[in-house]
């Protein structure tokens, strides 16, 4: 297109005459080119210097800006390391020209601007850290490097930091390089020669590109982002700045690597130590210390350099002020720290893209976003417009009136009108900002008179989470509106103990005290678990990094179901990394989402019903995500599978879908060899030892304790033979036993098995296999007079249980599941759910069937609720009157008298209808 077309504003002329003098100097320019160079020329000595000089060069590259930043590039090929030097230069020189006038004639929008002066950073960097390395390498200095080692730059690599790092150089900008290098690629031997070597081809790469001299400079280079830059030489391996990091590395630095980039030498080593740097960088819980890490950092700059005061224009600094570039950068960045350990799509380079992404994601504000994008690219163009007056690293706005105008021509406005818009920009960012930044300046919230004599805040100082400076600091700022809002509960004084609980079981307080800071929604929440199940809130002080779930935007949606969540998990496992880390990682992808059912129960938007299928899915879930892991790392060992693979069967309330929140997984493994004696690995086994050590690794993944505690207690007892038998069982022997061996009671437990993963076809043939057995015809009174056998053996062993236990006793959720199973025998129906099983009773009067499933939905509906409260028998003076209010609420009682009593009548009445069914244990001998 051509370029006088193209244009879209244009500069005036601060000195007319020097503006017109520009002009001859161009006798082709003509219409909106000569226009736009008498304006440039007029407003900035620097850039009429260059075109003064560059005239000749730019009649042709104002033809096709883009084709002449190509030919620019395509003339720095193949330079002597002598040459490199002077022929950067003069490629800057006129990179500058070309692209300042793009950026005033508006013929490139910023994102090109600030993208074409870091592809030729990039470039730059690339040719000098050439030609100071080629002749050490040329002269055999660099040990076991060759000429074909110059390309990877003999395992150095230079990451760009900073702006450079995110495409976005600013006009004057100078360049943050840290330059490491692969230690893996030289003999330990010759460790220091090479570093020796490296650092000085280092100092060479910088020199180049940083002198001056006659044709004036390439980029000023600061190599001073490094580890420890007072004591590390100015190029580091690998290894010693990965551990720096690991040990010692700041928030500061966590939110420079944001912007890293592998841009010069090595990149693919490049890429690889910033890939071990992912959990430096992005924490695996959300991070909302960060936010006052960032505000400190902000305050310590705005001290040091005397950007405290309020916002006057003359002399104000547009990237470090008030208002600034910097402001938007932060806001930007800590987002971006606090959630990207948890969101890999938030960790993006740019500022503006950063910003889409947050808003995308739902952690800023769409409108803020759009209008800090917007304000940032505005503070671009007034940076770069200071500094193409004088081509200075400077970003201070003018501070003589003089100035000013000849800044506001540069930029085409009148400096009236330019000084209320960049004070209206500069307000509303700091507005925008300073509120995420410093939350303490919230007013303080009195603390309630009910409180005044209690003993319990007076102690909390003693507590492990506030033995830190920084963690008083944010808790003192917390603690009134804490207390405040647990003095609005039901009992606050019993609310204050439970909380009490919860903060004497936090280990560490920082973090999470910033997540309630940030999010004081959260606060309410904690209220509510803490008022509702003591034993919840105990959970919550081990396991506190689940309020993390909570602010991931989704948090209250409906239930996404188990092949949404299998997807979810697996996505997280391909990311996790080594086995140990996969492992880690689904244990917290456990508690995120097991707290998630217990908030959704807890404050009403789930059902019991629904809870207790979400539980089963959760788990069900997890064992079929974990499954294909478990078997390749066994594999890799001992080889694939033999045979056609192995399916884990969900048994009891997995199989049911009908899971609580401390329910373990009853599960049996099935393994079909198909013939094959053994594996072929390093380390064959024979099918049956394959198998049998496989399924013990599954229990171990599900079950070993690590620094995320257990996934879920398993309970292979429902296995063939029981304890006694292998923990595997092959298909062909499951076949016999459940035909040939089987008792009734292990019939009745196949009408709620569920295949929950495994191979597809092995999974068809065992659930084919189990309808088989369920649908055999049966003589009812023989399954009758089992189930009489087994429900006498439960009663002896268990007892009747207490007067609110739901399960265990005559007519409870035990009795009646037991119940039910025998239902859906009898009736050759392979009926999982309870409900539905009694239902097809038609043999028995439709008022039994209906008071069976009262009694069932109501001990269901209790289970799930004294399971979530409590890890022990339901005591309501325990309870508390939060815990009583909400099993309430899940059964429909009126009050906790009014629910003994609904227990006993449903119960009575269910073991009535049962006893009238099952033949007497005496009868059944």
């Known amino acids: 297109m051509d370029f006088a077309r193209r244009i879209t504003r244009l500069p005036r002329a601060f000195d007319p005459d020097q503006g017109a003098e520009t002009r001859t100097a161009c006798p082709w320019a003509t219409g909106p080119v000569a226009d736009l160079l008498e304006g440039t020329g007029g407003s900035s000595p620097y850039l009429r210097g260059l075109i003064l000089r560059e005239a000749d060069w730019l009649e042709t590259a104002l033809d096709d800006p883009e084709d002449a930043v190509a030919q620019l590039r395509a003339g720095l090929a193949d330079l002597a390391p002598a040459e490199t030097g002077s022929a950067l230069r003069l490629a800057k020189r006129r990179m500058a020209l070309l692209i300042a006038l793009c950026d005033l004639g508006g013929v490139w929008e910023l994102e090109q601007v600030t993208g074409e002066l870091t592809d030729f950073a990039d470039h730059a960097v690339t040719l000098a850290l050439r030609a100071a390395l080629a002749p050490e390498i040329a002269r055999g200095k660099l040990p076991g490097m060759t000429e074909d080692d110059i390309a990877t730059a003999g395992g150095m690599v230079a990451l760009a930091m900073g702006k450079m790092g995110a495409g976005e150089l600013n006009y004057s900008s100078d360049i943050d390089l840290i330059c490491l290098f692969d230690e893996t690629r030289y003999d330990p031997d010759d460790y220091h020669e090479a570093r020796a070597v490296l650092v000085r081809a280092t100092r060479k790469m910088a020199a180049t590109l940083n002198d001056l001299t006659g044709d004036g400079y390439v980029f000023r280079t600061d190599l001073r982002l490094r580890p420890d830059p007072s004591v590390t030489p100015v190029c580091i391996a690998m290894e010693a700045a990965e551990r720096y990091y690991e040990s010692v590395g700041r928030t500061w630095e966590r939110a420079a690597y944001i912007k890293a980039r592998a841009a010069a030498g090595d990149i693919a080593a490049g890429e690889r130590f910033l890939a071990t740097l992912t959990p430096f960088v992005w924490r695996k819980h959300l991070d909302f210390a960060a936010i006052q890490d960032a505000h400190d950092m902000r305050l310590r700059i705005r001290e040091h350099k005397g950007f405290h005061r309020e916002i006057l224009l003359p002399g104000h600094n547009m990237k470090l002020g008030r208002g600034g ?64 007056i004088g081509d200075a690293q400077t970003h201070d706005l003018p501070k003589s009136p003089e100035d000013f105008a000849r800044l506001a021509s540069l930029m085409g406005r009148s400096a009236d009108e330019l000084k209320v818009e960049l004070l209206e920009r500069l307000t509303e960012v700091h507005e925008l900002t300073e509120g995420f930044f410093a939350p303490g300046a919230r007013e303080a919230v009195r603390i309630p008179e009910i409180f005044a004599d209690s003993p319990l805040p007076g102690r909390w100082l003693n507590y492990a989470c506030l033995r830190s400076q920084r963690a008083v600091t944010i808790f003192e700022r917390l603690r009134p509106e804490i207390l405040r809002r647990l003095s609005e509960t039901s009992q606050p004084v019993e609310a204050l103990t439970a909380f009490d609980s919860f903060l004497a079981g936090l280990p560490a307080g920082v973090q999470l005290f910033a997540l309630f800071e940030a999010n004081p929604q959260l606060v309410d929440l904690l209220v509510d678990i803490v008022g509702t199940s003591p034993d919840l809130a105990r959970y919550l002080s081990r396991n506190a990094s689940v309020f993390d779930a909570v602010i991931a935007g989704d948090f209250f949606s409906p239930w996404p179901g188990s092949d949404a969540l299998r997807a979810d998990l697996v996505r997280q496992l391909e990311e996790a990394g080594d086995y140990e880390r996969k492992l880690d990682a689904a244990r917290r992808w456990a508690k995120d989402w097991h707290f998630r059912v217990g908030v959704h129960l807890l404050r009403g938007l789930m059902g019991p019903d629904e809870a207790g299928k979400a539980y089963a899915d959760l788990a069900g879930a997890a064992l079929s995500a974990l499954w294909p892991v478990v078997q390749e790392v066994f594999a890799e060992k001992h080889g694939a599978p033999p045979g056609r693979g192995a399916v884990v069967v969900g048994m009891g309330s997995l199989g049911a879908r009908r899971q609580h929140a401390r329910s373990d997984l009853d599960v049996i493994v099935i393994y079909d060899a198909d013939g094959v004696e053994s594996s072929e690995g390093r380390r064959p086994l024979p099918s049956r030892a394959y198998y049998a050590r496989l399924t013990q690794a599954l229990i171990t993944a599900m079950t070993a304790p690590m620094a995320e505690g257990k996934l879920y207690e398993v309970d292979m007892r429902l296995r063939p033979s029981g304890n006694q038998g292998p923990v595997a069982t092959s298909w062909t022997a499951f076949q016999d036993y459940q035909r040939e061996q089987a008792w009734v009671w292990e019939h009745l437990a196949m009408t709620r098995a569920r295949v929950i993963a495994g191979p597809a076809d092995l999974a068809a043939d065992v659930e084919g296999f189990r309808r088989e057995i369920i649908g055999q015809p049966r003589d009812p009174a023989e399954v009758k007079t089992a189930v009489a056998e087994m429900r006498a053996r439960i009663a002896a062993a268990k007892g009747n249980g207490g007067l609110l236990d739901a399960k265990i006793g005559r007519g409870r959720l035990q009795d009646v599941e037991l119940f039910s199973q025998m239902c859906a025998l009898i009736a050759a129906k392979p009926l999982r759910e309870a409900p539905r099983a009694l239902r097809q009773a038609d043999w028995l009067p439709e008022a039994a069937r209906a008071a069976l499933i009262e009694a069932y939905e109501l001990f269901w509906a209790l289970q799930i609720g004294a399971r979530l409260v409590s890890d022990e028998g339901l005591d309501p003076e325990r309870l508390g009157s939060g815990g009583c209010a909400f099993l309430l609420r899940l059964t429909g009682a009126a009050d906790m008298a009014a629910l003994r009593g609904t227990i006993e009548t449903q119960a009575a009445r269910a073991a009535d209808i049962i006893d009238g069914v099952l033949p007497k244990p005496e009868d059944a001998e």
């Open 325 to 388: 570039i910097r402001e938007i950068e932060f806001f930007t960045q800590t987002r971006q720290l606090i959630a990207g350990g948890r969101d890999p799509e938030l960790r993006v380079r740019g500022t503006v893209e950063g910003l889409r992404m947050l808003a995308q994601k739902g952690w800023v504000p769409g409108e803020v976003a759009e209008v800090l994008a917007d304000h940032y690219r505005a503070h671009r163009e007034v940076e770069h417009r200071v500094q193409m």
